[in-house]
């Protein structure tokens, strides 16, 4: 059972903004941007709380994710200008929800390994 939070959105027991969905990915707007463009995208069958628990059967996993963020700023018109993905685990790295996911940062020229704001 995802217990987390994004466990009860892909339930649609919490709203959310919801911007991409494909059989396994669910891509929705975060509820903190810290860039003009920041989006999550989380697979929606299989829970995984960190990538250190992503066994070697389950790593296509994360390519789904990012294939889904690629395409998703395609089509809204940013991926000639550029865009970062970033998933984060554990504490030192401030992950706060523990089913994995991965932000997609766009809209403006981030610094580099940083984002507008930190
Ligand atoms: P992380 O810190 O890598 O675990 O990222 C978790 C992200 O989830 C943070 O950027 C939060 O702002 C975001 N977040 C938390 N709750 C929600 C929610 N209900 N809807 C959308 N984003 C959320």
Redesign the pocket.
């Known amino acids: 059972m995802n217990d987390t939070?994004f466990g009860k959105?892909i339930r649609r027991e919490?709203p959310?903004s919801i911007v991409y969905e494909d059989d396994e990915v669910l891509g929705?707007?975060?509820?903190?941007p810290q860039a003009p463009v920041h989006v999550?995208f989380i697979p929606k069958a299989v829970h995984v709380p960190t990538l250190d628990d992503l066994t070697p059967e389950q790593a296509f996993l994360v390519g789904k994710l990012i294939l889904a963020a690629a395409q998703y700023a395609r089509d809204e018109g940013f991926a000639q200008n550029g865009y970062r993905v970033v998933m984060?685990c554990r504490q030192d790295a401030?992950?706060?929800?523990y089913h994995i996911?991965l932000?997609l940062l766009a809209g403006a020229p981030l610094g580099h390994f940083g984002v507008p704001g930190r």
């Open positions: 939070i959105i919490l959310a929705f707007k975060d509820i903190a999550l984060n401030g992950q706060t929800v996911h932000h």
